[in-house]
């Protein structure tokens, strides 16, 4: 059974850049989609970005010029990079494993395994 | 992006309740929608996939159809295991942003 863990810091000061990674375990990385979203207390879900196993990156045009994802197959891994965060970026941070199928007339593509959550603070 | 509107955004029912959720896109998504379950304190589980599909071990009360702009989703008797945060979530025009309703928050009556 699949299972996703983020880890990373759980403090990062203002204008400094937030890193986490996911580990993949129980199965592999590779031909699928995975995103991350967060969550900011009380609030609904924002989508941050997706990465495929190729290395092929969508982002969130909201936050698309402070992010970054990259993926180490080689260690069933793939990480998030979120610069110069404010206290508005605090959040829990989640990774999920993107389940997608695409055939003429037919595609689903949805979010069938979560990790956790990773809580992240900006604060000085 | 395609904004998505969920409604309500809370509502109280008793047990055994059927329960209805409405979800209106922006644009037109097709069936490109799925419905997520967060209990508090837990990440999203997804209930249902391309609007109307039941995600293999969710149980046969809740159901989700629609199409175009309009979804719905029910709980046809709403049990206490059910009090969470439901979100529909689209995913048009792939592989454009994915967007999520604001959530409706399900609490027993």
Redesign the interface.
């Known amino acids: 059974q699949v299972q996703l863990q983020e880890s990373g810091p759980g403090l990062v000061k203002p204008s400094e850049t937030l890193s986490l990674t996911c580990t993949v375990s129980g199965g592999s990385i590779s031909r699928y989609y995975w995103?991350w979203i967060r969550q900011s207390a009380g609030k609904?879900?924002?989508?941050i970005g997706?990465i495929y196993t190729s290395g092929n990156t969508?982002?969130?045009?909201s936050l698309k010029s402070r992010v970054s994802m990259s993926v180490d197959t080689s260690k069933n891994q793939f990480s998030l990079k979120l610069s110069s965060v404010t206290a508005a970026d605090t959040a829990v941070y989640?990774c999920?494993r993107d389940n997608w199928a695409?055939r003429p007339g037919y595609?689903?593509?949805?979010?069938?395994v979560?990790?956790?959550?990773t809580t992240v603070t900006v604060s000085s | 992006?395609i904004q998505m509107t969920q409604s309500p955004s809370s509502l109280s029912a008793s047990v055994g309740d059927r329960v209805t959720i409405t979800c209106q896109a922006s644009h037109d998504i097709k069936n490109?929608l799925?419905w997520?379950q967060?209990k508090p304190g837990?990440?999203?589980?997804?209930l249902i996939?391309?609007a109307s599909?039941l995600?293999t071990g969710v149980p046969s009360r809740f159901s989700g159809s629609g199409s175009g702009t309009d979804f719905t989703f029910t709980i046809s008797s709403l049990q206490p295991e059910d009090v969470a945060t439901y979100?529909c979530?689209q995913?048009d025009n792939?592989?454009?942003?994915?967007?999520?309703?604001?959530?409706t928050t399900v609490e027993i009556k």
């Open positions: 995103s609904g879900l924002e989508w997706r969508n982002y969130n045009p989640y999920a695409a595609f689903y593509y949805y979010m069938d979560w990790g956790n959550g | 992006d490109y799925n997520y967060q837990k990440a999203p589980k997804v996939h391309e599909n995600q979100y979530q995913y792939f592989p454009s942003p994915l967007t999520f309703g604001g959530g």
